[in-house]
Every structure is written in structure tokens, then in C-alpha cells.
């Protein structure tokens, strides 16, 4: 080959590195790409390269933003000119039925607001969305069945019974044979004789074990005050020492006072004259009172604000002497009876007695009442058993506590409006032979008070 041929080799070699040269720089970027995968599709919104021979065409300006965008649409740079455009997709990608891009992030400022709220903005209308309204007429009666030797009935349905409120037959919307959890106030009475005091205190165990694991108790003490022992709580080691504390408690004395004779507080006499002037005397003070009224007042008022699912029931320990309390039987049984609260007892000392308990129920005057405990236990719905040894008052708790769990719960939907007027209720059972227990009658919760403006 000769010179020349070759020198116009080189000359075109040189030219085409020049051209090469000259559009790579115009490309901004010196390096190859790569081609794409045989699977790959090429993307079609690639731009095309500028050519080698005429300027590139400059990009379109792009919009203003809309005043409905969002702060991150507006804060989105503009797009430079080696950048392509944001192009919108075609509708076949936009989510059905709302339009939007499901590829885009959500806004961060989004609120949740409840359904059918979102145009309510004030304050009352909003407490308005979250206020639950409940009917004051439902009445609840627990039921306790049994046959003549004592025992209960179970396998009893709603169609056995019937109830009657103020002599008009009711439609039951609730029964149910289901055992409930108590709520249990135990009220100790130790202004009894310290001989009954210290024969209950030894039954405290037996007292203990009735309850389950699921009940609650409150243990009360009264005697001329009342006295809260133990706040409610399940049974723990807490309650076993609240127990054990008050066994330690002894009651008044055993015998009469003594106002005159020889061992009277002016000591031995002649003549009605003391035999010995210098001889201190001594007076004896009177009657201690026992306020059985306001401590089952404090108790009731406490099983008021309890959970209302369970069975709320008030168990006393005591003889029954009820003496200057601060309220009156009617106004006690009138809270017993709102709350739906049952009142359990055994009776000891003189009222466990087949013939003094029966003196003991004449009232005379600064000796008060005894037989307020069982008017308690009837117009409520609970029991009364009267018990002298040790034995039969701790069989007496088995008795109480499982006829206060084990009854039967019936409901119903009452028309009448809501007051302050006593109503009379009387539980029947189409079975031959069986005694009902259920309370004689309930004074309405009053109305709710009016919605907040």
C-alpha cells in the first residue's frame, strides 16, 4: 500500500474521533450505556439523544400548581433539561372508582374523623357522637326456688314463671340459671355478749371458704360506730389476717348491769345508806347503742358503685339488736331496694333461742329493735338462719352464700314511668309444692339527667 493511502487512513480515523469527542461532550457524560435485556421492554419515555448536527429542543416550561395540590407536589423541583417531564399515566393505571395514582404517596396531614362526623365541628356535637344512652325500666329479680324439705330446684325455665308487678303480669326479655360472681359486704356485729362475739370469731375459716376466687368482699364492724375493716378486694392473704384481727375482738359483758345491792355502785347499804361513806362510788353507764342500721347503710352505699354484673349481697353476723342508729329501716331499705342489694344473715346469742328470740321482739323502750334483721332479709329477697353452736353457723354460711350464688335471674321491661313510687312484685312458679324467695318490691333509679347542651 502506498504513503498516501495511509496518510488518508489516518486523516479519517482522526476525524471520527473528533466527531466522537464532539458528542459525548454535547451528552454530558462519558461513559457507555449498556443495553438493555433481551426480556427487558425498552421504556418508552426515555428522550431521544440530541443530534450531532442540530441543537437540542429546549423542554417544555412546566405548569403552575394547582392551588388543591398538595405541599409536596409544590415543593417538587422544576425538571431540568436533561430530565424528562413527569408524564401522567394513562387511565388503565389509576385505581378503579377513585382516579387516583396508586403509585403516589399519600399526604402526611390525614385525619380520621368518625363515619357521618366530618361535618360536625363543634365541640358539642362531637361529645354528641360518643354518648351511650341506657333504659332505667329494666328490672332484674334474683330468684331463689325451693321444695319442702329446703333444698333448691334447678332444670326451672322461663316458661315456669310468671311475674306480676303492681298485679299486672310482665313479659320476661331476660332469665338466665347462671351462677354469678358476689360482690360481698360482711357486716360483724360486736356489741353482742363476748360469749356469742368469741363463737362467731371461730367460725371466721369456715366464713372464709364459702367465698370463690371470683367474689369480692368488704368486711365491716359495728358495735355504738361503724367501723370498715377491709376495702374490697378477692380473697388473699390480707383478708385471712382482717380475719384473724378481728377474732382477737371481744364484746360486752355477759351479764346485766348492775345498778343496786351489795354490789351495786355504792357498794353494801343500811338503811339504804352506804355502810361504808367513804367508799368511792361507782356508776355504771348506760346501754351502749348498736347502729345495725347505719352499718348496713355504709354497706349498701359501697355495694352501690360496684361492677353491676354481679350479685351484690350484704352477710351480717349478729343477734339482731338494733338500737339508736342515725337511720331509719325505711330509708336503708329504700337504697337496699335501688340497688338491687339482698341481705343475708345469722342470727346468734338470744335471737337463735326458740322462745326468747320471740321476747326479744317487743319493742320497749332503750332496749330498741330485734326483729329488723329478718324485715331486712324478706323485703330484699335474702335469709335469715338463726344458729346456736359453732357447727351450725358454719353450715348456715355454706346454705346462705350458695342460694345467693344459685339463683335464678329473671328481667323484664317495665312501662311504667320512672319515679319515686314503691312497686310491688310477686314471683310465681307453675310447679306444685315449691316455695319462692325473690324481693317484694323495688323503688325505680330516677330518670337521667338531660344531655349536656
Not at 493511502?5 to 486523516?11: D, M, T, V
Not at 457507555?32 to 426515555?46: E, F, G, H, V, W
Not at 298485679?167 to 355478749?193: C, E, H, R, W, Y
Request: with cysteine; aromatic share 6%; proline share 11%.
Amino acid at each position: 500500500m502506498s504513503r498516501n493511502s495511509l496518510r488518508q487512513i489516518a486523516a479519517a480515523l482522526v476525524v471520527a474521533v473528533c466527531v466522537t469527542s464532539a458528542m459525548l461532550a454535547q451528552s454530558g457524560t462519558t461513559q457507555p450505556q449498556q443495553a438493555p435485556p433481551a426480556d427487558q421492554k425498552p421504556d418508552q419515555n426515555i428522550p431521544d439523544a440530541p443530534s450531532a448536527v442540530q441543537p437540542p429542543k429546549p423542554a417544555p416550561e412546566p405548569e403552575a400548581p394547582s392551588p388543591e395540590g398538595t405541599p409536596q407536589e409544590q415543593a417538587q423541583p422544576n425538571p431540568g433539561p436533561s430530565e424528562p417531564a413527569p408524564q401522567e399515566p394513562p387511565p388503565s393505571e389509576l385505581a378503579p372508582e377513585t382516579g387516583v395514582n396508586p403509585s403516589e404517596k399519600p399526604p402526611v396531614n390525614i385525619r380520621t374523623v368518625p363515619q357521618g362526623g366530618a361535618t360536625k365541628d363543634n365541640q358539642a356535637a362531637r361529645e354528641q357522637l360518643f354518648t351511650l344512652s341506657t333504659s332505667v325500666n329494666q328490672v332484674i329479680i334474683p330468684v331463689t326456688v325451693k321444695d319442702d324439705s329446703g333444698r333448691l330446684v334447678n332444670g326451672l325455665l322461663a316458661k315456669d314463671f310468671n311475674v306480676l308487678e303492681n298485679g299486672k303480669k310482665q313479659k320476661l326479655n331476660f332469665f338466665t340459671s347462671d351462677p354469678f360472681a358476689l360482690s360481698a359486704a360482711v357486716i360483724v356485729d360486736l356489741g353482742m355478749k363476748d360469749v356469742d362475739v368469741q363463737r362467731v370469731a371461730h367460725t371466721f375459716p369456715a366464713l372464709e371458704g364459702v367465698f370463690s376466687q371470683f367474689d369480692e368482699l368488704a368486711i365491716y364492724s359495728y358495735s355504738n360506730v361503724v367501723s370498715q375493716q377491709a376495702n374490697w378486694q378477692a380473697l388473699n392473704q390480707r383478708l385471712t389476717d382482717t380475719f384473724t384481727s378481728l377474732a382477737q375482738a371481744g364484746g360486752r359483758n355477759n351479764g346485766p348491769p348492775v345498778t343496786s345491792g351489795p354490789l351495786g355502785p355504792q357498794g353494801p347499804t343500811i338503811n339504804n345508806m352506804p355502810a361504808d361513806p367513804a367508799a368511792p362510788i361507782v356508776y355504771t353507764p348506760g346501754r351502749e347503742s348498736r347502729v345495725m342500721n347505719d352499718a348496713i347503710l355504709k354497706a349498701a352505699l359501697d355495694l352501690s358503685r360496684r361492677d353491676k354484673t354481679r350479685r351484690k349481697v350484704i352477710f351480717i353476723l349478729s343477734d339482731g339488736r338494733e338500737y339508736r342508729s342515725d337511720a331509719s329501716y325505711r330509708d336503708v331499705l329504700k337504697v337496699l331496694l335501688t340497688n338491687n342489694i339482698m341481705v343475708y344473715a345469722v342470727g346468734v346469742g338470744g335471737s337463735a333461742i326458740p322462745v326468747y328470740n320471740k321476747v326479744e321482739k317487743l319493742h320497749l323502750p332503750k332496749f330498741g329493735y330485734s326483729d329488723i334483721l329478718p324485715k331486712y332479709a324478706n323485703a330484699t329477697g335474702g335469709e335469715v338462719i338463726n344458729e346456736l353452736t359453732r357447727t351450725g353457723i358454719e353450715d348456715a354460711y355454706a346454705r346462705l352464700i350458695g342460694d345467693a350464688r344459685n339463683q335464678y335471674t329473671l328481667g323484664y321491661y317495665t312501662r311504667a314511668t320512672a319515679g319515686t313510687a314503691y312497686r310491688r312484685i310477686e314471683v310465681r312458679v307453675h310447679r306444685p309444692n315449691l316455695s319462692v324467695i325473690a324481693k317484694d318490691g323495688y323503688y325505680p333509679l330516677p330518670p337521667p339527667p338531660p344531655p349536656r347542651p
